[in-house]
């Protein structure tokens, strides 16, 4: 059977440009959090540009601390996977179809500094030298691809999407699974103990999350993550949910229901003693605090200055957290197979200074 391994490679990228920064500018970022006054705020900003110089870099300047630690993990992983099939997924813009649905859709973030940008196109032409099957455009976003590729390939394939985002639960099968990257060994190898998966088995620094560990873990089933997503919102996505109504109410309700079209259809129109009995229901099921009133609310959210209901509100997050599994991707798995050829990667790797790396 295939063994294909999908990268979300924004998720990648970003966590290792993190993780490799140098102190000097560690301590320009925390100045500039701590900055108040106009005055602060400049002296801080110019602390950061100052400090980039400090950066994993070429000769030429071509920055790439993330770079370097992203081919590491991936060599890495791939060691332990030993994948047939190798696929690396981007985000390129926050500009996405999702933005036309909702505006303020991952407002919250902050702009991309630049050498974290510069780093997208290095990583991106590096792997394509190495000949690794890549996808990413303006219109979908990194998790859209990978869904799209495991809705065609999961039934004869053994797939592990390496990531740090929990959006990809959605997408756990019987034959697809999540490397979920952990800050730390400690907290990865600690999760893996506790639910008795070896851990060298497996990248280093990732949890793994299957339909078992997803339920136990976390309390989800694949099929009701944008559910609970569409009631309690995303605050890292800036995906509002309904109001008043947090994960653990939430969570509760996915118990019962799948879809937020099936806790409406199970409240709507219903007579007061109805809905009493639908309560007592949910207190049954643990729901301490009634939802009833903030689920049938009017006029709680404005979305491009239009008033929305909660049901409304629940309905299009519910849709912003859903990842599209129907993009066209590849037409065969041969496309996607992956040749380790350890010279043509020590070549791609030496055009950028980097040399330290075991393949």
């Known amino acids: 059977m295939n063994k294909l391994l999908l990268v979300d490679g924004s998720s990648l990228l970003n966590s290792q440009y993190f993780g490799n920064i140098p102190m000097s500018l560690r301590n320009a970022k925390d100045l500039r959090k701590k900055a108040k006054t106009e005055e602060e705020i400049e ?131 019987e034959n697809t699974n999540i490397l979920l990257m952990c800050n730390t060994l400690k907290i990865s190898d600690g999760l893996n103990k506790k639910h008795g998966i070896n851990s060298k088995e497996i990248p280093q620094k990732t949890f793994l999350v299957n339909k078992e560990t997803l339920l136990n873990e976390y309390g989800l089933k694949p099929e009701t993550v944008t559910f609970v997503k569409g009631i309690a919102g995303d605050t890292a996505d800036n995906i509002p949910g309904i109001p008043n109504i947090g994960d653990t109410t939430a969570l509760s309700l996915s ?63 519910e849709k912003l957290a859903t990842i599209k599994t129907d993009i066209e991707v590849s037409d065969s798995m041969d496309e996607l197979i992956f040749n380790y050829d350890k010279e043509l990667f020590k070549d791609s790797l030496a055009k950028y200074e980097i040399t330290s790396i075991k393949l």
């Not at 709507?268 to 729901?287: A, C, H, Y």
């Not at 689920?295 to 709680?300: H, R, S």
Request: with cysteine.
């Open 43 to 173: 002296n801080a900003n110019k602390e950061i540009e100052n400090a980039y110089k400090d950066l994993l870099q070429t000769s030429t300047g071509i920055y790439t601390n993330g770079v370097y630690g992203f081919i590491k993990y991936l060599i890495a992983a791939v060691k332990v996977i030993n994948p047939t099939h190798l696929v690396v997924t981007w985000d390129v813009t926050r500009d996405t179809f999702r933005r036309t649905m909702m505006p303020s859709y991952k407002g919250n973030r902050g702009v991309v500094e630049n050498p974290l940008k510069q780093q997208f196109k290095t990583c991106q032409d590096l792997l394509s030298q190495m000949g690794i099957k890549q996808f990413f455009s303006t219109e979908y976003e990194s998790d859209d691809y990978c869904g799209s590729i495991v809705k065609k390939f999961e039934n004869d394939s053994n797939i592990y999407i390496l990531t740090k985002d929990h959006d990809f639960f959605q997408l756990v099968s």
């Open 255 to 317: 118990k019962l229901y799948s879809t937020i079209e099936e806790l409406y259809n199970a409240i709507d129109g219903k007579t007061d003693k109805e809905l009493d009995e639908i309560v007592n229901i949910w207190k049954s099921n643990g729901i301490k605090r009634n939802p009833l009133k903030y689920l049938t609310a009017e006029n709680v959210f404005t979305n491009n200055e239009e008033s929305l209901s909660a049901k409304e509100i629940g309905l299009l997050s």
